[in-house]
C-alpha cells in the first residue's frame, strides 16, 4: 500500500477572497450605489465627484513621473471647449468630437511638454500656471468662437447611441464608469514595466537615465496621458453642467486639483478618489456659511496634512502599522 503524504498546511485564499479586499470592495460598492437613493442633491455631488476622478488621475499620472503641473485646468478647458466646438460648428457627433479634442489635447500637450519637461520644479508650476492663464485669457478674447465672459450656454445633453443622458441619475452612471475606467487604468498601467520606468523617473531622474530610460519620453507620455484624461474630464462638466465659461477653468480649479491629490496621496493610486470624494462636496457642505466656509474649508485641510503627510489614504497603512508595532 503506498503511503499517501497529507499537507497540512492551510490554503491560502486568493487576494480577492481575503476579508480584507472584500470588506473595502463592499464599501466601495455601497458607496458608489448610494448616490441613486439619496436624492438629487447628492447625485449632484456624486457626479462631481466623478468627474473630479477623472482629472485628478491625469494630475496624479503627471506627478507619478516626476513633475506637478499647476496649469491642469487648461487641458480641461481645451477638452470642454473643443469637444462642444467641434459638435456645434462642424456638426460631428458626440463620440467623434470627444475623440478629435482629446487628441488635438494630447497633441498641444506633448508639443509643449517636449519645451517645458526639460524645466524642473517651481520653474515647471510657474510655465504650466502660465500656459493656463493664456488660455483662459485666449478664451476671454476670442468672443466670435468662444462667447468671451458670456461663455457658451444651452449645451446640448450627451447622446450615445440614441440614449440621452438627460437626467442625473443616468449621468451618474456614466461618470461612475468612466471614474472606475481611468482608476482601472492607473492601477493596471502601474503594475505594467512602463508604470515602474515612470516610478524609477519620479525617485531619480538622473539614475533612472543612467541605467537607460529616456525620461524625457516618459514624462511626456505622462504629460499627453494625463492632459487628455483631464480634457475627458472637461467634456463632461461642459455636457453635465450644460454652461461652460473661461471662468469655470480659472486658477482657483487648478488648486483644487492639486489639493484633492495631496489630500487624498500623491504617493496612493487610490488617492485621486479618496481626495474627490472627501473634498468635493466641502465647498457645497460650508456654502451656507459664506463668511466662514474658507475658514473650515482651510481648517480641514490643515488638519489633514499636519495630522496625514501621507494623505488620507496612507490612514489604512498607519492603521497597520501601529496595530503591529503592539
Request: proline content about 4%; hydrophobic content about 55%; overall charge positive.
Amino acid at each position: 500500500m503506498s503511503a499517501q503524504t497529507i499537507d497540512l498546511a492551510p490554503a491560502v485564499a486568493p487576494a480577492w477572497r481575503r476579508p480584507g479586499p472584500l470588506a473595502a470592495g463592499a464599501v466601495v460598492l455601497t458607496l458608489a450605489v448610494l448616490p441613486w437613493t439619496g436624492g438629487q442633491f447628492v447625485l449632484h455631488l456624486a457626479i462631481l465627484a466623478c468627474i473630479n476622478i477623472v482629472i485628478v488621475n491625469g494630475l496624479s499620472l503627471i506627478d507619478r513621473c516626476g513633475q506637478l503641473s499647476f496649469g491642469h485646468s487648461a487641458p480641461a478647458a481645451l477638452g470642454a471647449y473643443g469637444s462642444v466646438l467641434l459638435a456645434q460648428g462642424a456638426g460631428l457627433g458626440v463620440l467623434s468630437s470627444t475623440a478629435v479634442a482629446l487628441l488635438a489635447v494630447g497633441v498641444v500637450a506633448a508639443l509643449l511638454g517636449w519645451v517645458i519637461l526639460r524645466l524642473k520644479g517651481v520653474y515647471f508650476v510657474l510655465v504650466t500656471f502660465a500656459f493656463a492663464e493664456l488660455v483662459r485669457l485666449i478664451l476671454l478674447d476670442a468672443v466670435s468662437v468662444t462667447g468671451g465672459a458670456s461663455g457658451i450656454a444651452g449645451i446640448a445633453p450627451l447622446q450615445l447611441g440614441g440614449f440621452a443622458f438627460d437626467t442625473r441619475e443616468r449621468f451618474y452612471g456614466l461618470a461612475l464608469v468612466l471614474a472606475a475606467v481611468s482608476v482601472a487604468g492607473m492601477v493596471w498601467l502601474f503594475a505594467r514595466p512602463l508604470g515602474h520606468a515612470m516610478n524609477a523617473v519620479a525617485a531619480n531622474p538622473a539614475l533612472a537615465e543612467s541605467t537607460g530610460l529616456d525620461v524625457l519620453r516618459l514624462q511626456l507620455v505622462a504629460y499627453a496621458g494625463g492632459s487628455m484624461l483631464a480634457a475627458l474630464g472637461g467634456m463632461l462638466t461642459a455636457r453635465y453642467i450644460g454652461f461652460i465659461s473661461p471662468e469655470s477653468f480659472n486658477t482657483a480649479s487648478s488648486v483644487a486639483f492639486i489639493t484633492m491629490l495631496v489630500i487624498g496621496g500623491r504617493k496612493s493610486l487610490y488617492g485621486p478618489v479618496v481626495g474627490a470624494v472627501v473634498l468635493t462636496p466641502l465647498p457645497e457642505l460650508f456654502r451656507g456659511a459664506v463668511q466662514t466656509q474658507h475658514m473650515f474649508y482651510g481648517a480641514a485641510l490643515i488638519l489633514i496634512l499636519r495630522f496625514l503627510p501621507g494623505g488620507i489614504a496612507s490612514l489604512a497603512q498607519l492603521l497597520r502599522e501601529r496595530r503591529a508595532s503592539r
